[in-house]
T-cell receptor, first 113, second 117 residues
Framework: GAGVSQSPSNKVTEKGKDVELRCDPI?????LYWYRQSLGQGLEFLIY????????KSGLPSDRFSAERTGGSVSTLTIQRTQQEDSAVYLC???????????FGPGTRLLVL | AQKITQTQPGMFVQEKEAVTLDCTYD???????LFWYKQPSSGEMIFLIY??????QNATEGRYSLNFQKARKSANLVISASQLGDSAMYFC??????????????FGKGTKLTVNP
């Protein structure tokens, strides 16, 4: 079956612009996760959704980051007023339920110039 | 909080030989789960194998097996009969729970495996 998909696969933007990253989880998966992978920081957890609800948003690096999930399916991670330090690979994962194995998408490579 | 340590930044192995990638962890939980993921140069994180803390047997999945030593808090990945396609970054990870009902994976820094022909 189809895995987790993410779009765009690559995004180049100018400092100060807003970007939206999209994640389509595996069909039927109720849990969805966002992570960020950068050279200096390794893999960082950003946010977790159970259904449409995110119980804790403290993993988001700053108030320029926000995320939502609608219909228990697609999720969007929005970064406002991008900064060069936001350059990273943003990975989305989904699992059938919480405490289940997480399956990752191919990631979105974001470059902020 | 959970912590994962991978002490081998890079490993080399000859094709068809076995290789062990090290992972140690730190947790105060009695029940926990350990994962290994593979990340080829394409960037996608591929799930390989899972070990639960109460599983009596070491996990195996094809050429992958997990050498789980609970008392030593180690969960080493063993890849048998290495193939050129096994060249990738390998991450050990552990599930962590956050107050309020969130959960996440905590990852080690990874080991870059190179399989030589």
């Amino acid at each position: 079956g189809a895995g987790v998909s993410q779009s765009p696969s690559n995004k180049v933007t100018e400092k100060g612009k807003d970007v939206e990253l999209r994640c389509d989880p595996i069909s039927g998966h109720t849990a969805l996760y966002w992570y960020r992978q950068s050279l200096g920081q390794g893999l960082e957890f950003l946010i977790y959704f159970q259904g449409n609800s995110a119980p804790d948003k403290s993993g988001l690096p700053s108030d320029r980051f926000s995320a939502e999930r609608t219909g228990g399916s697609v999720s969007t991670l929005t970064i406002q007023r991008t900064q060069q330090e936001d350059s990273a690979v943003y990975l989305c994962a989904s699992s059938r339920d919480w405490q289940e194995t997480q399956y990752f998408g191919p990631g979105t490579r974001l470059l902020v110039l | 909080a959970q912590k994962i340590t991978q002490t081998q930044p890079g490993m080399f192995v000859q094709e068809k030989e076995a290789v062990t990638l090290d992972c140690t962890y730190d947790t105060s939980d009695q029940s926990y789960g350990l994962f290994w993921y593979k990340q080829p140069s394409s960037g996608e994180m591929i799930f390989l194998i899972y070990q639960g803390s109460y599983d009596e047997q070491n996990a195996t999945e094809g050429r992958y097996s997990l050498n789980f030593q609970k008392a030593r808090k180690s969960a080493n990945l063993v890849i048998s009969a290495s193939q050129l396609g096994d060249s990738a970054m390998y991450f050990c990870a552990m599930r962590d729970y956050i107050q309020g009902g969130s959960e996440k994976l905590v990852f080690g820094k990874g080991t870059k495996l190179t399989v030589n022909p």
